[in-house]
């Protein structure tokens, strides 16, 4: 094993599961994962905060599944917030804005 300093100090985690046409719980992707993610990274990048600040990645699946939007896990939160990709992307932009100090 070998110990690296992480790229970033803050990660915020978008599930972006794609699981098949009848699998047997729903999944985050279809619901607008790749795009929330994007709007993250661009307005991230436009404030100068993406990579050396805070990233945004994308993972197979936070376990929770709702079916009833996107599971986001932000920084330092140990639980798991379930958010309508496109209708709260500002909430959760302001969130994530919200781990900086003044
Ligand atoms: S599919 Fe998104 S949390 Fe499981």
New binding site residues.
Partial sequence: MKCVPAASPRLVLV?G?KRKPGAQ????GPLGSEELRHFLKQELKAQGLWRKQIRVATVD?????SGQGV?VQFPGDERVWIVDATGEREAVLARILATFPD
Avoid: A
């Fill in positions: 599930c599961m719980n729903p999944s985050c699946c936070l376990g929770i599944c599971s």
